[in-house]
């Protein structure tokens, strides 16, 4: 049976950042007469919209993002989990929305990364409320991890470039996916990381 990959970019000013909209205006004397606007970009992690098919099965590099069909035993990133800080959107990909049963029959089929109580309650798996809603682990998803840029390229040159420096293999989506998470960095006010998990 095969693996597949499922995986998220997200992204985050490293230090928050108050942008001004419109400047505040003064009369002659000093005396402000209209406010500045303001908003403030917090350091919350973001989700880059991208829609990119995770289908190739290059299970080297599934063994050092997250020590999945580690057949070579290759030294792996640390095993840290789905991330607690994950953007909404990560999350609802991740997890199942939980609804009742009757909703399940009736919308079952039609509604996105949803399962019904009795499933949930049968998992017997982790359950939390999240934007009013309540959610489970999802059965088929495991190995959840993360990783940073910098790792990102350390598995990829692990897997895909031989000595003399050149690279071998099926990598080009690999280094397009290193090409986002390098472009969103590339300003030095962000930083950006992989999210991703696993089914089989």
């Not at 597949?4 to 000013?13: F, Q, V, W």
Request: with cysteine; hydrophobic share 30%; net charge negative.
């Amino acid at each position: 049976m095969g693996c597949d990959i499922h995986l998220h970019i997200e992204y985050r000013l490293k230090k928050e950042r108050t942008n001004v909209i419109r400047e505040a205006e003064y009369d002659n004397d000093g005396n402000e007469v209209r406010k500045a606007i303001t908003w403030t970009e917090k350091t919350d992690w973001q989700k880059y919209q991208y829609r990119f098919e995770w289908s190739d099965r290059l299970y080297g590099m599934f063994a050092i993002l997250a020590d999945v069909r580690n057949n070579w035993n290759l030294e792996h990133i640390d095993l840290r989990g789905f991330p607690d800080d994950a953007h909404s959107f990560t999350k609802e990909e991740y997890y199942l929305r939980v609804i009742t049963d009757d909703e399940f029959k009736k919308y079952g089929d039609s509604w996105h990364n949803c399962c019904s109580v009795s499933n949930a309650l049968s998992w017997g798996g982790k359950r939390f409320i999240m934007n009013n809603c309540e959610y489970t682990e999802h059965p088929d998803w495991h190995s959840p991890n993360w990783c940073t840029t910098e790792e990102m390229r350390n598995a990829i040159e692990t897997i895909f470039k031989d000595e003399d420096g050149t690279y071998k293999g099926d990598y080009i989506q690999w280094m397009g996916l290193l090409g986002t998470m390098e472009g969103l960095e590339r300003s030095g006010e962000y930083e950006c990381r992989a999210v991703y998990w696993f089914d089989n």
